[in-house]
């Protein structure tokens, strides 16, 4: 049984459109472990802030459409006078977000420019050059390349779970401690009140928090857009049905690699459909066509060859690892022939070896 449902963040947030109701939910409760967000009260508690920090799931970038006298009463510590807030308006967002937030140590902001780079940005408004770094370790993403990443309902349900996890909000949430919640979400008390209606309709539109599988989910951490997603977007990798379970069953297999290294993994490359395969030049026979095959990094544990050893010192069973210089493959063909290799590229291709090293 899926607990947060479009019908339901409907209800939460009547405003909210349609597409994006239907893509925030299953990426909503596809995170909803991470954050080890599993009673109901943790669950209207997250709801209601994020609800708050987005504009009731208006945007998943922070607006920078102010007009002067907004932009005063919001920024008065840092803009000042009206004369200054109309200045800014004038120039543009980018003048009015690298004012308000460049040179701003605090918030890892010291380089040119990222202030406007470093904009508020997912379900929980992530801002700052610094949380971007600490955010991009947890979830395993490129947010320091890639800010606008943050955009993306998917990794913005990721970064706002891992915040509330990481900053303990569970504990205040157990308590029914909104305003204790919203000092660490906010900086403050700001939109105290706001926040408390928006408790008010979670805890009506989700009456009942029941045991249930994530949508979209195949595991506790991965899901099915992770295994099949690419880059060439021109390219149907649409897995068959066959495929599909046994994607769900690789997936387990690397809740257990996650579970082993202790840290986000960000998935590479999954299942690869003939076109995909021979698009990026796989073998003929990749075990990825298959859906059994998994290329990833962990930068929060290490780099390949460290992950490839921590993996060999292991229980895990296995048909392939190979550290492929940058990423890790693993493969869980149901041959488990415990193969260990390392690929070498030179010049006249890629040389792979036995054992990792």
Partial sequence: MTIITPERLQALAPSIRIDRAAAYAPALEAALAMGEITTRLRLVHFLAQLAHESGGFRALVENLNYSPEVLLAVFRARVQTLAKAQELVAAGKDVIAEFVYGNRPALGNINPGDGAKFIGRGFIMITGRANYTTYAALIGQPLLDQP??????????????????????????????????????????????????????????????????????????????????????????????????????????????????????????????????????????????????????????????????????????????IQEGTWVHISFDPRLRMKQMTATFTANGTVYSDGVS
């Fill in 148 to 321: 606008a990443l943050l955009e993306n309902p998917v990794y913005a349900a990721q970064g706002a779970a891992a915040f509330w996890k990481q900053n303990g909000l569970n504990t205040l949430a157990d308590a029914d401690d909104i305003e204790g919640i919203t000092r660490i979400v906010n900086g403050g008390v700001n939109g105290l009140a706001d926040r408390q209606q928006w408790l008010a309709r979670a805890k009506m539109a989700f009456p009942a928090l029941a045991p249930a599988e994530p949508a979209n989910s195949f595991s506790q951490y991965f899901t099915l857009d992770e295994l099949t997603h690419t880059e060439h977007r021109t390219i149907d990798n649409t897995p068959p049905p066959e495929i599909v379970t046994t994607l769900k069953a690789t997936a387990q297999q690397m809740d257990h690699v996650r579970t082993l290294l202790g840290k986000p993994i960000r998935v590479n490359s999954g299942y690869r459909s003939p076109s995909l395969n021979a698009a990026v030049g796989g073998a003929p026979t990749s075990a990825h066509m298959a859906g059994y095959a998994v290329d990833f990094v962990c930068p929060g544990f290490g780099t390949p060859r460290q992950i490839c050893q921590k993996i060999v010192a292991s229980d895990i069973r296995y048909d392939q690892l």
